[in-house]
Nanobody, 123 residues
Framework: QVQLEESGGGLVQAGGSLRLSCAAS????????MGWFRQAPGKERDFVAA????????YYADSVKGRFTISRDNAKNTAYLQMNNLKPKNTAVYYC????????????????WGQGTQVTVSS
């Protein structure tokens, strides 16, 4: 098991930016593909972005392409989600997740989750 802890959430005005961090511990971070998901009140958990073990392959939900960037620093055991031009509809709890082997857009394939960090975008 790998333990994950998100940080960097907060309140931001529409058009603003935030960078979320996901610090990992417990296992070799570079063995895990990482994903970011979000869940708004009353809604399902949605895929946001994913990155493979080396950082060379990334995937994004269509709704965030061009505005969000996922990255990782294996030397720091940390994954990031840079979010630019935020919109009120991006308000949600953001979760990072880890899985061995291939990346995935499906939250059901991730066994390791952080506790989430709240992102609130005001209009």
């Amino acid at each position: 098991q790998v333990q994950l802890e998100e940080s960097g959430g907060g309140l931001v005005q529409a058009g603003g930016s935030l960078r979320l961090s996901c610090a990992a511990s417990g296992r070799t971070f570079s063995n895990y593909a990482m994903g970011w998901f979000r869940q708004a009140p009353g809604k399902e958990r949605d895929f946001v972005a994913a990155i493979n073990q080396s950082g060379g392959i990334t995937y994004y939900a269509d709704s965030v392409k061009g505005r969000f960037t996922i990255s990782r620093d294996n030397a720091k055991n940390t994954a990031y989600l840079q979010m630019n031009n935020l919109k009120p509809k991006n308000t949600a709890v953001y979760y990072c997740a880890a899985k061995p082997w291939a990346t995935s857009r499906l939250y059901s394939q991730y066994a390791n989750w952080g506790q989430g960090t709240q992102v609130t975008v005001s209009s």
